[in-house]
């Protein structure tokens, strides 16, 4: 599983919102990586923002730095599980800072959030296979 999630350069292959993913510097998985994304969900804009990783123990967790379009932190958890299977959780604690959409999210919430689940939905759905294929 480490190994499907932490290729962030192929998401946009399997995951349809994320449009362009760039390495800027080294592997995406190692500390000091930084990873260049652009991601579009249903609404009519995209958010362009880099990842620096942070902490990175490999199988445990990683730990990331978003700025751009996107501000704040990353974590991907990975816990075994006895049966040789583990579990993957990501917390994506961000925050906009694009001015037109920071000026219509008091109006605009619902519209957003729900676009923002679409959006993880997606994500979901298209990793399961994946790693569900590897575990196999």
Known sequence: MWAV???IERYPSWWKNFRRVKLIRGDG???????????RGSLPYSLTYALEVVEATEYRHLLLRSTGD??????????ALAS???TATYYWEVATTNPILNLVAPLARGALARNHEQVMANGYAALRPHVEAVEA
Request: glycine share 12%.
């Open 84 to 86: 040789d299977s583990a």
């Open 5 to 7: 999630v932490l290729h």
């Open 29 to 39: 998985k190692s500390v000091g990586s930084v990873i260049e994304c652009e991601v």
């Open 70 to 79: 996107l501000i704040g932190t990353g974590r991907w958890e990975f816990v």
